[in-house]
């Protein structure tokens, strides 16, 4: 049986074609994709042409149609929705989301609620992973089993990351304080940002400083590109402190540690795709099973909110488009999401 999907070629763009349906690994779900969101990394792939006869994507929702024979009893079962994220868009490693089909790790699936929206759900993937990542494994912060309260800075909190970031820091009792343009205050406001200022005013950092007394320690930089790194460095107090980065960019200030974050190592295995080289690392495939399921729960209970999605017309045909209008940065607060079914 074959399958739609969106496939890189050698000049760095994708064209749509057909593909043999995947066949499911011991420790793999089969889904059938109903909604795949747009990352950052699907092009940035292509630009480097590590997509080349990979089908691109890393972001997926939809329903479980076929079970590995190594998955535990009970950890899935058919039919299910499910939504997570994929090592997608490699060629000769990893085939992605952008397809009728995906293959994805069994106990790496968040469950879904029958009341959220695949479009919505598909949302959830490589942002919200990122956010766990970022927030308990990189910074060590406090879980939502333990809360602490003092203030962290998410520098681009309307970024979907940032919004997922946000929601999780107060999950586990912390002082959010955010930027963002001015029209997205608001929307962070209501996913329970503390303190929310303008990353355009020139004085944004001092601001910033003076609201938490000198005395932020902890930053996540979900921008990372231009001056950010160093606003955000001037934003802590005069202790230093510890900045989450997610581009490989350092804080130029000596007394902050500046820490790249790629989420990329929560499978548990090495990670070896130009730029990076990664080694493999056991004990964050063990943290992503917990995030799991702390999402699965806080979807469950309403208290996670997906963000917003721009879903676009033709579904998977018109791709290359939505890449461009990406990467040219007029994507803001919100997903693009391709809904399957509206493919032609």
Same mark, same amino acid.
């Given at each position: ?35 795949? &969101?747009?990352?950052? %990394? *699907?092009?940035?792939?292509? +630009?480097?042409?590590? =997509?080349? !006869? ?54 790496? &699936?968040?469950?879904? %609620? *029958?009341?959220?929206?695949? +479009?919505?759900?598909? =949302?959830? !993937? ?59 205050? *608001? ?158």
């Amino acid at each position: 049986m074959s399958m739609k999907a969106c496939i890189g070629t050698e000049d760095g763009k994708v064209t749509l074609g057909s593909l043999p349906k995947p066949q499911v690994g011991p420790k793999q779900i089969l889904v059938k994709v109903f909604a795949a &969101a747009q990352n950052p %990394p *699907d092009w940035y792939l292509l +630009e480097r042409r590590t =997509s080349t !006869g990979a089908v691109i994507g890393c972001d997926f929702a939809g329903i479980v149609e076929e079970i590995g024979s190594d998955v535990p009893a009970g950890v899935r079962k058919k039919g299910e929705r499910v939504a997570g994220m994929i090592r997608g868009g490699v060629k000769d490693q990893w085939h992605g989301t952008f397809a009728e089909y995906c293959l994805a790790d069994a106990e790496l &699936a968040v469950s879904l %609620p *029958d009341n959220l929206g695949f +479009e919505e759900a598909s =949302s959830l !993937g490589m942002a919200a992973f990122t956010a766990c990542q970022v927030l308990w494994q990189n910074q060590k912060l406090p879980t939502p089993e333990k809360p602490q309260s003092f203030p962290i800075l998410i520098w681009g909190g309307s970024s979907t990351v940032g919004q997922y970031t946000i929601q999780l820091a107060k999950l586990s009792g912390l002082q959010v304080i955010t930027t963002a343009s001015s029209k997205n205050h *608001d929307l962070l406001k209501s996913l329970g940002a503390d303190a929310v200022f303008d990353y355009r005013e020139q004085d944004v950092s001092l601001k910033i400083r003076e609201f938490t007394e000198n005395k932020l320690a902890y930053a996540i930089d979900c921008v990372s590109e231009g001056d950010t790194p160093k606003h955000v460095g001037d934003s802590l107090g005069e202790d230093g402190g510890h900045v989450t980065v997610l581009l490989p960019v350092q804080v130029p200030r000596e007394d902050v540690t500046s820490e790249f974050n790629l989420v990329m190592t929560l499978f548990g295995e090495a990670y070896i795709v130009p730029p990076h080289s990664l080694p493999a690392h056991p004990e964050h495939y063990d943290l992503a099973k917990k995030w799991v399921k702390l999402m699965s729960e806080q979807l469950a209970s309403g208290y996670l909110k997906t963000v917003p999605v721009k879903v676009v017309p033709n579904g998977l045909a018109d791709v290359m488009k939505w890449l461009e209008y990406h990467r040219l940065g007029k994507v803001s607060a919100e997903k693009i999401v391709y809904r399957i079914s509206d493919t032609p």
